[in-house]
């Protein structure tokens, strides 16, 4: 009787195999050797496909990113609306992204380096905001403050932070007598946090971007 063929080895598989434990346990869960043993292959035949470990993780997070929808930024398609509902669109679907592997996003301190999605997201990002007349080095600064923002919002969650036992807070902390019941309420927080730090954020650049036309001959 013919034993089960393996799986081919490709860089998806090995991208989808380094995914899951970077969830499951996180960044420093992921090596040459624990991954030829997910994968049931020897650590070797990983280099045919990845140098080393960072080009690796780079890849795992392009993976990610590609995720992250663009098309509102694209002019003329179907997305094509005012930078602000765009911008708007851009970081939930970014922060959706990052926010279903948390463990993964200090992996995107860098910056976007050689990474094609990343690129491709910075690209249509910087491309959407001067289309509609925002000046280049502003256009600069928005993207940095928005990924600052985005990707703190999905390193980790602030409600999940307190203990649910109210004695750690009674008597010495007065004004988070209502802390303990924080955790349950995790994902309500959490994403209503985001959502109002992104309404402040783009009333506070529509300010200037009204100021800079106004200034605009």
Request: hydrophobic share 45%; glycine share 10%; net charge negative.
């Amino acid at each position: 009787m013919a034993r089960p063929r393996r799986p081919l080895l490709s860089r998806d598989r090995i991208v989808a195999a380094a995914l899951a434990l970077i969830d499951a346990e996180g960044l420093d869960a992921v090596s040459t050797r624990r991954l030829a043993t997910e994968l049931g292959v020897s650590g070797p035949s990983l280099y045919n496909h990845f140098a080393t470990k960072d080009d690796l993780l780079d890849a795992v997070v392009d993976t990610v990113l590609g995720e992250v929808d663009t098309e509102m930024f694209r002019a003329g398609g179907p997305g094509d609306r005012d930078w602000r509902t765009a911008l708007r669109d851009w970081a939930r679907s970014y922060r959706a992204a990052l926010a279903a592997h948390p463990n993964l996003v200090p992996a995107l301190a860098q910056g976007p380096g050689r990474r094609p999605n990343a690129l491709r997201l910075a690209d249509a990002v910087f491309g959407g905001l001067i289309d509609a007349g925002w000046p280049r080095a502003q256009a600069t600064r928005i993207g940095a403050l928005m990924r600052y923002f985005i990707t703190g919002s999905a390193l980790g969650s602030f409600a999940a932070g307190f203990p649910d036992d109210a004695e750690v807070y009674a008597g010495e902390y007065p004004h988070l007598d209502q802390a303990h019941l924080l955790a349950e309420r995790q994902r309500e927080i959490d994403e209503g946090a985001f959502e109002t730090g992104l309404q402040a954020l783009l009333d506070g650049l529509a300010l200037q971007y009204r100021a800079a036309a106004a200034d605009r001959p």
